[in-house]
Nanobody
């Protein structure tokens, strides 16, 4: 059983940058592809990015160039660096882990954190 705990979410101004972190425990971290999702009020949870054990990454087009995912296999952590934040980035951000399945597919992810709130004011 893998436990994931996100941190770093807060209220920021439009144009600011923010770093989210996710700490994993209870499993073999390098066995998992780690991903970030977000869910805005009234919307479905959407995939943002994922990172493989090797460091290879995949992003959805909407955040490519603004968001950067990284992982530290020694510390069992994954991070999401966000820049040029916009009001539409306001959401609860979730860290998730999968071993198999399909890139970016929500139901491929086995474990989820509780989420961290990011609010962007304009």
């Amino acid at each position: 059983q893998v436990q994931l705990v996100e941190s770093g979410g807060r209220l920021v101004q439009a144009g600011d940058s923010l770093r989210l972190s996710c700490a994993a425990s209870g499993g073999t971290f390098t066995s998992y592809v780690m991903g970030w999702f977000r869910q805005a009020p009234g919307k479905e949870r959407e995939f943002l990015a994922e990172i493989y054990r090797s460091g290879a990454t995949f992003y959805v087009n909407g955040v490519k160039g603004r968001f950067t995912i990284s992982r530290d296999n020694g510390q069992n952590t994954v991070a999401l660096e966000m820049s040029d934040l916009r009001s539409e980035d306001t959401a609860v951000y979730y860290c998730a882990a999968r071993r198999g399945g399909v890139i970016g597919r929500r139901d491929s992810y086995e474990y989820w954190g509780q989420g961290t709130q990011v609010s962007v004011s304009s």
